[in-house]
T-cell receptor, first 112, second 115 residues
């Protein structure tokens, strides 16, 4: 079945640093979504991407839909302590239904 | 403007009992998705429903699991004769599924513990 690999698996950074993470797939997607999940909570939608090559920002977050449609990238600039959490990429199944295929997650820790 | 609501937030069941998980989508959303998350893993799709219809249940185990989204009321995920392996967080998401938007918005989840 389809799989999404995220890297890095975890990151430990200092407050103020920039963060980059990516997501790769063995097959193409028509939509990429990035979510953040805090412990004990549901995923919160950060950014949605609909077109290959698209670059979209949401505050300090910027995400890109890869040209090959098999990857996506998320950058966080000037990290702050509340950025701590697990970041998931998700690709929308392009065939028939809209189920999301989730990545393995990147755990982010921010130290003051 | 309430988000997706799920209840209960925590559910403890003994092996062999039934678990019923409820999900009320966001106002105006008629598409509901259920996902399961094991500790330290990503979410795995289970089932996609519209009002009174199951659209895709390819991720749902063939036995003991069922889902519905009636014309009135919340969507229900039902697990019969629970086993320890059913312990997980179950998340519901809703979407307006407009032509330009395939965004799914998640509820806080129900954490099921089977003892």
């Amino acid at each position: 079945g389809q799989q999404l690999n995220q890297s890095p698996q975890s990151m430990f950074i200092q407050e103020g640093e920039d963060v980059s993470m990516n997501c790769t797939s063995s097959s193409i997607f028509n939509t990429w979504l990035w979510y953040k999940q805090d412990p004990g909570e549901g995923p919160v939608l950060l950014i949605a991407l609909y077109k290959a090559g698209e670059l979209t920002s949401n505050g300090r977050l910027t995400a890109q839909f890869g040209i090959t449609r098999k990857d996506s990238f998320l950058n966080i600039s000037a990290s702050i302590p509340s950025d701590v959490g697990i970041y998931f990429c998700a690709g929308r199944d392009p065939y028939y239904t809209d189920k999301l295929i989730f990545g393995t997650g990147t755990r982010l820790q921010v130290f003051p | 403007n309430a988000g997706v609501m799920q209840n209960p937030r925590h559910l403890v069941r003994r092996r062999g009992q039934e678990a019923r998980l409820r999900c009320s989508p966001m106002k105006g959303h008629s598409h509901v998705y259920w996902y399961r998350q094991l500790p330290e893993e990503g979410l795995k799709f289970m089932v996609y429903l519209q009002k009174e219809n199951i659209i895709d249940e390819s991720g749902m185990p063939k036995e003991r699991f069922s889902a519905e989204f009636p014309k009135e009321g919340p969507s229900i995920l039902r697990i019969q004769q629970v086993v320890r392996g059913d312990s997980a967080a179950y998340f519901c998401a809703s979407s307006p599924r407009l032509r330009s938007s395939y965004e799914q918005y998640f509820g806080p989840g129900t954490r099921l513990t089977v003892t």
